[in-house]
């Protein structure tokens, strides 16, 4: 973790802790757009725009990775036209990020099984994450079509083939082997998980991964959630005292 000083918040002094890995459920988009008697697609388009701008400060104070819960593996019971329309900002807002990885500046990769998208996602997808590879900076991971227990299915799943197939011993898988199939294979683990939208649950966002996240909660309407959010966030992670299943003062 890296250590940030702010000089001022709110007329305070802010020191503290930078998480390396930061985890966002964008949720409220829905509400924030029916406030307005806009429709919900409007929340997803203010949304995505929030997650821009949050990207941006989150990579300017040191955040290494930024993942977000973009498209969940229920979503897709959601009206047809509001799926069309988060599709739609994922594909616009690949292009701009394709412009921005080739000028070195961004890393993305994709959580969640993008095979059943249009091909016009799957290329953009494709392409970003192939020209990522060449790039330093903070990596933000979307999560698309994602779904914790899907995740760990398909770990399962990968895992049995080895063992059927290659003669992995099943005595033999540990934690690590368990990690090293998941979509954020070779990423730490969020420090952090950050839910605004008022609901107090992970709905099946990063379920092996959080095991050891502090989990922070706020009413903010993802679309209305501001750098002073995610600098509060950080602040309550720092006031957190992290166990891992210990005691104090060991
Ligand atoms: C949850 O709010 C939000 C989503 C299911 C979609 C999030 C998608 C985006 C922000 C747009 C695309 C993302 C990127 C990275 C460009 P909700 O609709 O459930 O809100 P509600 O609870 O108020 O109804």
New binding site residues.
């Given amino acids: 973790m890296k250590l940030f000083q702010r000089k001022e918040r709110n007329g305070a002094g802010f020191s503290g802790a930078v998480p390396k890995h930061i985890a966002i459920i964008?949720?409220?988009?829905?509400?924030?757009a029916?406030k307005r008697g806009l429709p919900?697609s409007a929340?997803?388009?203010a949304?995505?725009n929030?997650?821009?701008n949050i990207a941006t400060f989150a990579e300017s104070i040191g955040v290494e990775y930024l993942t977000?819960?973009?498209?969940?593996t229920e979503?897709w019971k959601r009206p047809k036209d509001e799926v069309d329309a988060?599709m739609g900002?994922?594909v616009k807002?690949l292009h701009e990020a394709i412009d921005e990885i080739k000028k070195g500046k961004v890393r993305l990769k994709f959580f969640g099984d993008v095979t059943v998208l249009s091909d016009e996602l799957r290329s953009l997808i494709d392409e970003a994450e192939t020209l990522s590879k060449r790039n330093a900076g903070m990596q933000a991971n979307?999560c698309l079509n994602y779904g914790g227990r899907d995740e760990l299915v398909r770990a399962c799943r990968a895992l049995a083939r080895e063992a059927s197939e290659n003669g992995l011993d099943p005595d033999s898988i540990d934690e690590q082997m368990v990690s090293d199939h998941l979509f954020s294979a070779g990423i730490p683990d969020p420090e952090l998980v950050i839910r605004p939208?008022g609901?107090h649950r992970s709905s099946n966002f990063l379920m092996w991964q959080s095991s050891y996240s502090e989990f922070y909660f706020t009413d903010v309407?993802?679309p209305d959630f501001t750098k002073n959010d995610l600098l509060k966030a950080i602040e309550y992670f720092n006031s957190r005292d992290r166990r891992f299943g210990g005691v104090k003062n060991q």
């Fill in positions: 964008m949720d409220g988009n829905g509400r924030w029916k919900r929340g997803h388009s949304g995505s929030t997650f821009r977000v819960y973009a498209f969940s979503n988060i900002l994922l807002y979307i939208g609901e309407l993802w």
